[in-house]
């Protein structure tokens, strides 16, 4: 371990641990409302459209503008898959060929760019020692600006997202406020595939809030322990990658998946208790 | 005369280019019971969206509380049909109760977190459903989040309530509670209940007057001006009977899901 308490003094490797502190915080936060929300698969289509955005950036303009290329890539299909509505089976379809659509375009982009290849890689698999310190302001001015809006439209979009109908009755803006939700995700998506990339971005945003949920049903629990499933993971596998000078993708994803089958465990064990009380109860 | 809760004037709805019901005036005063009858597709629903004011009024007029109706008013509380939340949901029943306190609100929550615990308690105590506050919704029974729903819309404090078919999927013995809580609710805080059903016996009781509509048709009245052979006839444009059982309106002669039997949904 000394290798890695070694690395801990280095710049970009504090920059990683920050960028990655701030980025599984929001996905914590947004995770159990993406999985209430039933968007998954939402999530996914737009990393891979996030993936495409940076990689035709990085095509036109360049490394710097890979970032804003994700950026523009990920909202715009975040709006348009927040705009389609609830029909589950023509959601998913709509999302399966943006998706499909959105990945090819990305290949053909890094297929046409000459330069080197670490920029490519890191789209799809991360690059999160890349991030320097003008990088790790932006995501915390991001950050700051995500967590503010949340606190603001919280409690309605949690009331829109679990309970629609009762929620379009009590007169919340269940439309409008599945755009901010779209945008809030976008833009977090557009940080991840950054930081873990495109691939693994389901990670950060999908696992943590799906393995809370199996062990609560306390929304304001869920999104706490989703936020800690998130940082575990994310922290976790930045140490272990570079003790293993491996990319964090795989260890970031092990964990995520680890806490996850353990979550689904203790779920298991916490129904069959409740459906043995209601029995005894009842019977 | 108290403003009254609800007043209709020369109410038209449309949908989907035809008109369900035109030159429906009403007035509902406050603490009063009107159940709303009549076939699937005649409107019943349509009607609580009005009300909700989720759906303008093709013609005429709508007052809630001597307001035009909007959206969220914290004075209207509703109990929607039934809907089904996944399992996986996380949303307890504690939960589901104060999202209907304060769900709409935005911003951070401003103290008050005691008072509205307290709030949330006494609404599920009044459906008797203390032992669903931390259930997952998702995993109880129809019967059971429908006591939820009904705690939900009671927990605001309502003025005027709007059910629809509150009482589905309900057994006879719960069905019994929640009318007697509706009935309390209306005599002790003078909130007006306007309740949509297939099935007028569990309500007949309380009801004040029946709003049956048919096809665009309506009759309102007490439950025996409306409820007769020939009113019903006349909305159905066939030959229906209604038939008094003990303290039961049976009616026959409608298609089979227009059947008031008291037994089925």
């Known amino acids: 371990m000394t290798t890695t308490w070694d690395l801990l003094a280095l710049d970009f490797v504090r920059n990683a641990l920050i960028a990655g502190v701030v980025l599984a915080v929001l996905a914590g936060l947004l995770g159990p409302l993406v999985v209430g929300r039933g968007m998954a698969f939402s999530v996914h289509g737009t990393a891979e459209l996030a993936f495409a955005g940076g990689a035709g950036a990085l095509l036109v303009f360049g490394t710097d503008a890979i970032g804003w290329g994700a950026l523009v890539g990920a909202v715009l299909v975040a709006l348009l898959f927040g705009a389609l509505g609830r029909a589950q089976r023509e959601r998913d379809s709509v999302i399966g060929v943006l ?35 003008g990088d790790v302001l932006t995501l915390t001015v991001v950050g700051v600006v995500v967590l503010g809006v949340l606190a603001v439209v919280r409690r309605p979009l949690l ?94 994803a092990s964990i995520a998946f680890a806490i996850y089958v353990v ?21 | 005369m108290s403003t009254p809760s609800i007043r209709l004037a020369g109410a038209e709805v449309r949908r989907g280019g035809s008109t369900l019901w035109t030159g429906l005036d009403l007035d509902v005063a406050p603490g009063e019971f009107v159940t709303v009858l009549g076939p699937n597709g005649s409107g019943k629903t349509t009607l609580l969206a009005v009300l909700l004011g989720l759906l303008p009024l093709a013609a005429g007029t709508c007052e809630v509380d001597g307001r035009p109706p909007s959206r969220g008013s914290a004075t209207v509380g509703y109990v ?3 809907t089904s939340v996944d399992p996986l949901t996380p949303l307890r029943g504690r939960d589901l109760v104060g999202l209907g306190l304060d769900g709409h609100r935005f911003g951070l929550r401003r103290g008050g977190r005691a008072e509205r615990t307290r709030q949330v308690r006494e609404a599920l105590l009044q459906v008797d459903a203390l032992d669903l506050a931390d259930a997952p919704v998702g995993r109880l029974s129809g019967g059971e989040q429908q006591r939820l729903r009904v705690a939900q819309a009671l927990v ?110």
């Open chain 1, 99 to 133: 998706l499909s659509f959105g990945l090819g375009l990305g290949v053909l982009f890094q297929a046409l760019y000459t330069g080197r290849s670490a920029n490519k890689f890191g789209l799809l698999v991360g690059q999160i020692v890349g991030v320097d310190t």
């Open chain 1, 159 to 252: 009331f829109a997202s679990l309970d629609p109908d009762m929620a379009a009755a009590r007169g919340v803006p269940v439309r409008a406020l599945s755009i901010v939700f779209a945008v809030l995700l976008g833009v977090t998506v557009a940080l991840g595939v950054q930081i873990v990339g495109a691939l693994l971005v389901l990670c950060l945003l999908i696992t943590p809030g799906a393995a809370a949920a199996q062990v609560t049903a306390s929304p304001t629990l869920a999104t706490v322990l989703a936020v800690v499933f998130a940082e575990v993971a994310v922290i976790g596998g930045i140490l272990l990658s570079l003790g293993a000078g491996l990319p964090i993708s795989p260890f970031v």
């Open chain 1, 263 to 283: 979550c689904r465990a203790l779920g298991a064990v916490r129904t069959r208790r409740r459906v043995t009380r209601t029995a005894l109860a009842t019977g």
């Open chain 2, 156 to 265: 605001g404090d309502p003025d005027l309530l709007l059910a629809d078919e509150p009482l589905h999927s309900l057994d006879l013995a719960r069905q019994r509670t929640v009318v007697e809580l509706l009935e309390r609710r209306r005599r002790e805080h003078g909130t007006a209940i306007v309740f949509v059903t297939h099935e007028l016996n569990p309500v007949l009781p309380v009801t004040d007057r029946v709003l049956y509509l048919v096809d665009g048709r309506f009759r309102i009245g007490t439950p025996d001006e409306v409820m007769t052979s020939e009113t019903l006839s006349e909305l159905y444009r066939t030959d229906v009977d209604v038939v008094r059982v003990r303290d039961r309106i049976v009616v026959v002669g409608a298609e089979d899901r227009l059947v008031h039997t008291g037994g089925g949904p």
């Open chain 2, 80 to 82: 929607p049909q039934q």
